[in-house]
């Protein structure tokens, strides 16, 4: 009898080329379905609520295959556990879903959250967990841009060109940013994202807090709906996949 499971996965995205399988390289998915092969002799197929990119971390990610082995949770759990070391990828909760379930297209939420430490100083603690920024920012001006962004718009200026929705409105319903001392926190949530949408509207943003570009400035450029226009893209190590509502 087949038996849907939905596992909850944190990793380190410093360690991988991303989620998903690639023919050479290493990767969340290809760590993790050769571990579930591994303890139940299975060739399972991951299937998951938002591909990383390379450099990308994951508090809560989740994730579904279908076994037709008969095993418990903590079997699930600690086997790919188990074999996915010594990579820094763990499976933090499995439990046992309908077979109507599915990580990606049953998800009414997403939220990613993306980080900022902003001094002088060189990163030691944090290095490859933040994006460092020198340049003084300020968090009011950002924080005023960014409720430009919330609601359902045509979010081109901050899609990557190699992005294949097939169209660039998306609905935004959170973007909040709070700042404790020296890190700045960048929340979002929406149901679905282009492709590199949160960095880079990250990297737009971040040229408000440094007074590079003006709050009018940024309006302009997001309604020009052309990434041309827009800011860089924030590096790939700030950016944390949160959770997922289902």
Not at 93 to 111: G, I, N, T, V
Not at 192 to 213: C, D, I, P
Request: aromatic fraction near 10%.
């Amino acid at each position: 009898m087949t038996t849907r499971w939905k596992i909850t996965v944190e990793y380190d995205g410093a360690g991988f080329c991303g989620w998903q399988r690639q023919a050479e390289d290493v990767t969340v998915q290809a760590i993790i379905e050769t571990a579930i092969h591994a303890f139940s002799g299975e060739a399972a197929r991951l299937h998951v609520a938002g591909r990383t990119d390379a450099g990308v971390h994951a508090l809560a990610q989740v994730a579904h295959f279908d076994l037709e082995k008969g095993v418990k949770a903590v079997e699930v759990l600690g086997g790919i556990n188990y074999h996915a070391r010594p990579h820094r990828v763990v499976v933090v909760k499995a439990e046992e879903a309908p077979m109507d379930f599915h990580a990606r297209f049953s998800a009414l939420s997403r939220r990613y959250r993306y980080q900022i430490i902003n001094r002088s100083a060189p990163l030691a603690l944090m290095e490859g967990k933040a994006w460092h920024v020198v340049r003084p920012l300020s968090l009011e001006p950002m924080q005023k841009a960014a409720t430009l962004l919330i609601g359902t718009h045509d979010f081109s200026t901050f899609r990557a060109q190699r992005c294949q929705a097939t169209s660039p409105v998306r609905t935004l319903d959170e973007l909040t940013i709070t700042q404790i001392n020296e890190t700045f926190f960048f929340d979002v949530k929406a149901r679905s994202f282009l492709y590199h949408q949160v960095r880079n509207m990250v990297g737009t943003l971040a040229k408000v807090g440094t007074g590079q570009w003006s709050v009018d400035e940024f309006a302009a450029a997001f309604a020009a709906a052309e990434r041309v226009k827009g800011g860089p893209t924030a590096p790939s190590d700030g950016l944390y996949f949160v959770s997922v509502e289902y």
